[in-house]
Each structure stands twice: as C-alpha cells, then as structure tokens.
C-alpha cells in the first residue's frame, strides 16, 4: 500500500456524529485541541457544551463555537439529562477539565446512554477508576481515553512491528517525557495550567507523574504490548513550596521478565516536550522521539541504524502507519493528527456500530478505560513506592 493519501477514512455514515463538550471555554488549551481533533476528518459536529463552571463564561464560550444558546448548559449534570431526552442529542461528549471532574462528568454521561472521549489521565483516586471501569462495562458505552501519542503514525509502526516479532523477545523498555516549564515557581504567577496542575485538589495525587508520566508509561506499554508488573521510584518537587512531584525516576518490571526505565519531570532547563520511547529485544532495537514524529529508528543486531520515515524509506509497507496517516510524505504530522486519529477511530467504531458491522481492526487500538485505571495505579504504585524508599510495588490492577 502506499501511504499517501491513507485509505482509512471511516465509511460513510448517515450523519456526522453529534459532540458535546464539558469544559474548552474561553481560556482553556485542550478544549480547542480537541475541537481541531474533531473537525479534521469532518466525522463530528459540535453542538452542546458545558463550556465553564462560571455561567457567563459558558455562555460566551458557546457563542464564539456557533452552539445554540438552549444548548450551552449551566453545568454538566443538566447537560446530560437534556441531551439524553432530545431526539437529535449528542452521541458523545469529550471532557476537557481538569482531572477531578473527569469521573463524576463520565459517569452522568454514561448513566445518560451517552459515549465518552476524555482527556487524560483517567481520573484523580485508582478507586475512582475501577468504580469507572465497571461503570463503562456495565453500560455497554464506547470509552475512549485520549493518550494522543499512541495516533502517531510512527507509533503505530512500531507497535506492528513488535507484534510482528521484528525485534524478537522484548527485554527492555525506555521511555521519557521531559519539559522544563515548570523549573521556575510559574504558579506564583497566576499562570493558569500551573496553577490547577499543581494542586492536589485537581489533579490528583501525581504532578509530572500524572501530567506526562502517564504518556510515557502508556506509550511504552502500547508500543511493546507488555503489561506493566512493578515499580521501584524515586520522585521529587525540586521547586519550594510545590505540592505535588515535578520529577521521577522509575525502574520497571514487565510480566514478560522485561525490565525498564522511566523519566518523567517538568524542571529539565532545555527539553521543550522530549518524549522519547526505546524498545530493545533480541533481533533488534527501534527509537521513536515525539519532537521528529515523522521518523522511527530501527536497529538489527550487528547492523547499522535504519531510518524510517512516515512517507517512504520503509514505511510504505505498514498497514498501520497507513491508516494513521493524512498528508504525502515530507508534509510533517504530529500532534493534533494524533488526536485527531484517536477521534476518527472512534468515529469508526461509532459508525460500524449505526451500521452493524465489524469496525475496521485498525481502528481498534484507541486507548480504553482500562488504560486509564493502569495509568491510575501507575501513579498510585509510582508514590508508594517512593515513600518506602523505592521498594518494589505492584503496578498491576
């Protein structure tokens, strides 16, 4: 197959699917990534929000999105039921705010019938996680969780080809996400994400650690196929007076025998969004780095290193890179085209679903509440584990 000009857009549907949005208002980042996600592939429609806890926010966030005024709602609950009752109400909703309302917003929509895409992480307690795990399994709802990275086409690639068994037996997983935005005190500022970011009450338990530590961890396990068994962690808040950690150092161990490593931090002066994942077994290597997303190393045994890129020189062949993929080579693709993958895959899924068919399998590898509740007790493990002195803890649910 050739990659340009992927042949995976979902079959046609009825209509486009109907989106509402809790959360995104006026001053808000992940809202608009996810609504540029939503548009790229013209499968959904936003046309109900829940925009701001604060009413006249909400209302003028709603305005500026063309959404009808009886349909910007004063808080998620009444969203719900509304949108439950009406004949032409949302199929979805994403949520967008910060982590301690992802589960109560989940759970009113999935009690409502309704589909859920959420940003990540999943939640704020592991006991809020399993209480949603249950919840999507007994509703019967399509969950999605948005760890973007895994829409890359390259990452794509690269899980295919350690399912393929191109590197043999996995022995080793690297992965990191370094920033540095937060080597300074930039919640004394008033700055906005770091404010909510750094405060236990709304985001949880992990600072780094749940912001892009759980990418890291996540992307690692997607790539290798491997199930995460145990941690030993040493975490950190460098800056005064910061409540929750804003560096980690993990060792891993995989269920496999697979041993790992894991960098997460947020004060690394010099690393703008480094997230790097090395998968190492015994017939070969491959090195993936989100800053050059277009772009896989693969390494044979005793061979020279081999550059894959997302248009050609090796990448022509992978069915997934394929079905992850847009533009012509050499037009770069990153980030919101990850997002904006996971949305189509969803969309395909609904679709098959309006259609009583079987979805396209490649469109099956969107991350799941599942993968939430592991990113959970990833940090839950991560934290304990480092209190005891990094004493080995069980990462398993």
């Given at each position: ?35 540029i996600?939503?548009?790229?592939d ?41 949108e ?35 940003d ?5 307690t ?15 709802r399509l ?79 997607f ?7 145990a ?9 005064a ?5 804003d ?36 017939k ?24 894959i ?6 990448a022509?062949?992978?069915a ?7 533009i ?14 996971l ?41 304990e ?13």
């Amino acid at each position: 197959m050739t990659i340009e000009g992927s042949t995976s857009t979902p079959r046609a549907a009825p209509r486009r699917i109907r989106l509402g949005m809790v959360g995104g208002g006026q001053g808000a980042f992940i809202g608009g990534v996810h609504r540029i996600a939503a548009r790229l592939d013209d499968c959904y429609e936003l046309v109900a929000g829940a925009l701001s806890s604060q009413p006249e926010r909400a209302s003028a966030s709603a305005a500026e999105l063309h959404i009808a005024p009886e349909r910007s709602y004063a808080d998620f609950s009444a969203m719900a039921k509304a949108e439950a009752a009406r004949s032409d109400g949302i199929d979805i909703v994403a949520i967008v705010t910060p982590n301690h309302l992802h589960a109560p917003i989940a759970t009113a929509f999935l009690d409502a019938g309704i589909d859920v895409i959420c940003d990540k992480p999943l939640c704020t307690t592991l006991a809020e996680a399993r209480a949603l795990v249950d919840k999507v399994q007994s509703s019967g709802r399509l969950f999605a969780l948005t760890h973007n990275y895994s829409g890359y086409p390259m990452v794509r690639m690269a899980r295919e080809m350690v399912a393929a068994g191109e590197l043999g037996d996995i022995r080793l997983v690297h992965a990191e996400y370094v920033q540095d935005w937060l080597t300074t005190d930039l919640a004394a500022t008033g700055q906005k994400q770091a404010l909510w970011r750094g405060d236990p009450a709304q985001s949880g338990a992990g600072g780094a650690l749940g912001d892009i530590g759980t990418h890291a961890e996540q992307l690692g396990r997607f790539i290798s196929g491997l199930e995460l068994q145990a941690v030993s962690a040493d975490i950190q808040s460098f800056v005064a007076g910061r409540q929750l950690d804003d560096n980690a150092h993990v060792m891993l161990r995989y269920t496999n025998g697979a041993r790992g490593l894991l960098w997460a931090s947020q004060v690394a002066p010099g690393n703008e969004n480094a997230l790097r994942v090395r998968v190492y077994g015994t017939k070969a290597g491959i090195d993936f780095r989100q800053e050059q997303p277009n772009q896989l190393w693969f390494t044979p045994l005793g061979q020279a290193p081999k550059l894959i890129t997302r248009g050609g020189h090796g990448a022509n062949g992978s069915a997934a890179a394929g079905h992850a993929t847009r533009i012509p080579a050499g037009h770069p693709e990153g980030y919101l085209e990850g997002f904006a993958q996971l949305y189509r895959d969803v969309a395909e899924q609904i679709h098959a679903r309006w259609q009583k068919r079987a979805p396209n399998p490649l469109a099956c590898s969107v991350p799941t509440v599942v993968d939430g509740a592991l990113g959970m007790k990833f940090i839950e493990a991560v934290i304990e584990s480092s209190r005891g002195d990094g004493r080995w803890v069980s990462a398993r649910l």
